[in-house]
């Protein structure tokens, strides 16, 4: 007997989904089929938080709203590295 699981896409809500591979820690990578999507592969439980839809975005904000790197960090369990707005990359 077969068991299915219905996978939303993240950035457009579409239910319309393939597999499309598996990453190098074997995790199942989905492609969306919706041609309006902006993703192209996204996956159900990602090994690293920064690669988490939404992340970049709860950074800046942060970084906006006056809180430290390192303090941005521990609150988002991601690393220092990551914590660093590309615009201070930049300058």
């Known amino acids: ?32 089929q919706n041609s309006d999507c902006t993703t192209t592969t996204f996956m159900q439980a990602y090994h690293y938080k920064a690669y988490e839809p939404g992340m970049k975005a709860r950074i800046v904000d942060m ?3 006056v809180s430290g790197i390192r303090d941005t960090a521990r609150v988002l ?7 660093i707005p590309a615009e201070h990359l930049n300058n």
């Open 1 to 32: 007997m077969a068991c299915y699981q219905k996978v939303p896409c993240p950035h457009g809500g579409s239910d319309h989904m393939i597999k499309f591979g598996t990453n190098p820690k074997g995790k199942q990578r989905y492609r969306c």
């Open 77 to 83: 369990k991601v690393s220092l590295n990551t914590a």
């Open 63 to 65: 970084a906006i709203n």
